[in-house]
């Protein structure tokens, strides 16, 4: 019977990679083969540490033990609501990940106070950033801020940012290398500041507006306006209308269009109108509409025989997802 033991290096590397990081450390201790393992860059490229309320010391051993220049992607929680004794993420600390992790690409920060973290300290590398349930500075994302801050970000996620309004999301344009936005929850920002914002953010390939006061309508016009070159769009349905879906019509660039529900009015596009509006889009390719409750319906068949040369996605909303509309 085969054992742990028999297994190659590849397959065990892979088990490991699923672990916490809490177990793969004490897995380094077992014997010398699984200690040189734990010891492989390619374990360390990918690191979540939102699983743990991580004390700084710890967080600093990691830091320089194991991640280094091995880390491409770092998910951090801040502890927001852990009380005044838990520890919090610093300035000191976002600085050491951008000189000692000079590939950090990726990072997502997770229910952190950053009001005292100065976006100067972010590292340099980053073409991701990610915030959930975050408070923020208000000077963070302010227009007029140093315009040589993340010089390569590429694709910025807010999600649930109270602090985010519309000075915010204009600031987003000094962002020169920005071609993706997600904005989720960010109920301070207005049609007329996302709609100015966007003339600005002409260069934008991506843009997901999920769960905001804005309505779908309003969106889709600052859109068509706008963002001439926009590929992916992603937004829920709240407000949507027949009238506002068609000023889509012949968007020259866009390759997938997903629509997420569940708030369906009876002004809410039906699938006749849907198909006729994205027979007008000569890229589309991918149509997903999420908590619609079509799937398994007329509705689907409809979609699917009506654009055949889409992959259409009809699906119920997942689990994950249903706090947009809370």
């Keep these: 019977m085969a054992t742990l033991a028999d297994l190659p290096d590849s397959v065990l590397l892979e088990i490991f990679s699923y672990l916490p990081v809490r177990d793969r450390i004490r897995l380094s201790r077992v014997c010398h083969r699984w200690k040189r393992l734990v010891d492989d860059r390619w374990l360390w490229r990918h690191v979540d540490l939102t699983l743990y309320t991580m004390r700084p010391k710890v967080m600093w ?25 838990a520890p919090q993420l610093s300035p000191a600390l976002m600085r050491a990940l951008g000189q000692k992790c000079p590939n950090l690409k990726r990072l997502c920060l997770h229910v952190a106070d950053l009001s005292m973290v100065p976006i100067t300290s972010l590292p340099r590398t980053l073409t991701t950033l990610e915030l959930h349930s975050c408070e923020i500075s208000m000077t963070w994302l302010l227009k007029g801020q140093d315009p040589t801050v993340l010089p390569l970000l590429e694709c910025i996620v807010l999600d649930r940012v109270p602090a985010f ?50 309505s779908a309508d309003s969106t889709l016009l600052a859109i068509s306006r706008h963002l001439r070159d926009v590929r992916k ?48 889009m000569p890229r589309l390719r991918v149509l997903e509409l999420q908590g619609l409750g079509w799937e398994g319906q007329e509705a689907e068949r409809m979609l699917c025989k009506g654009l055949p040369h889409c992959l259409v996605i009809v699906r119920a909303c997942p689990k994950e997802s249903m706090d947009w509309w809370m």
Aim: net charge positive.
């Design 61 to 85: 051993h990691l830091l320089r033990r194991y991640m280094a220049s091995r880390l491409h992607s770092l998910r951090l929680g801040g502890y927001l609501f852990s009380g005044s004794q």
């Design 165 to 214: 309004r519309d000075e915010h999301l204009q600031g987003l344009t000094r962002f020169r290398a920005l071609r993706s936005l997600v904005l989720g929850g960010t109920y301070r920002v207005t049609e007329t500041g996302l709609d100015a914002s966007l003339q600005e953010l002409s260069y934008l390939q991506r843009l997901e507006v999920l769960g905001c006061t804005l």
């Design 233 to 280: 769009i992603r937004l829920t349905v709240r407000g949507l209308s027949a009238p506002g879906l068609s000023v889509l019509e012949g968007m020259p660039a866009l390759e997938n269009l997903c629509l997420l529900g569940p708030l369906i009015t009876p002004e809410m596009p039906s699938p006749a109108e849907i198909i006729a509006s994205c027979l007008t």
